[in-house]
């Protein structure tokens, strides 16, 4: 099991930054893959935007956000950072912070939402124009 909680959602306007904190517990193992999906209205996709292993330091984004986004996590691996740079209005949508304790979707591109068992409840990005 492991618990998550998101926090750091706001609005800001394009260009801006916003840092989202995802508050992790359970098993975060060091093998253990944490991402960052978001979900815009009306859609039942989730996608993946940036991954990392909880033990490790190698970060996975997709194309839409390279060079924009940076996930990171604190050195007791209780916390995950998505720092957000260069908002744009279509990164708006709802943020969740996910976890596999089998390791799985770690990789480039992001791996699918069916592969992460464990879910926060999300917190909302708006991005005005």
């Known amino acids: 099991q492991v618990q998550l909680e998101e926090s750091g959602g706001g609005s800001v306007q394009a260009g801006g930054s916003l840092r989202l904190s995802c508050t992790a517990s359970?098993?975060?193992?060091?093998?253990?893959?944490v991402a960052w999906f978001r979900q815009v209205p009306g859609s039942q996709v989730r996608e993946g935007v940036a991954?990392?292993?909880?033990?490790?330091?190698?970060?996975y984004y997709s194309d839409s956000v390279k060079g924009r986004f940076t996930i990171s996590r604190d050195n007791a691996k209780t916390t995950v950072y998505l720092l957000m740079n260069n908002l744009k209005p279509e990164d708006s949508g709802m943020y969740y912070c996910?976890?596999?304790?089998?390791?799985?979707?770690?990789?480039?591109?992001?791996?699918?939402?069916?592969?992460?068992?464990?879910w926060g409840q999300g917190t909302q990005v708006t991005v005005s124009s």
């Open positions: 996910a976890a596999s304790p089998a390791g799985l979707g770690c990789r480039t591109p992001v791996g699918n939402s069916y592969e992460f068992n464990f």
């Open positions: 359970g098993e975060t193992y060091n093998s253990a893959c």
């Open positions: 991954a990392m292993f909880f033990g490790g330091s190698t970060t």
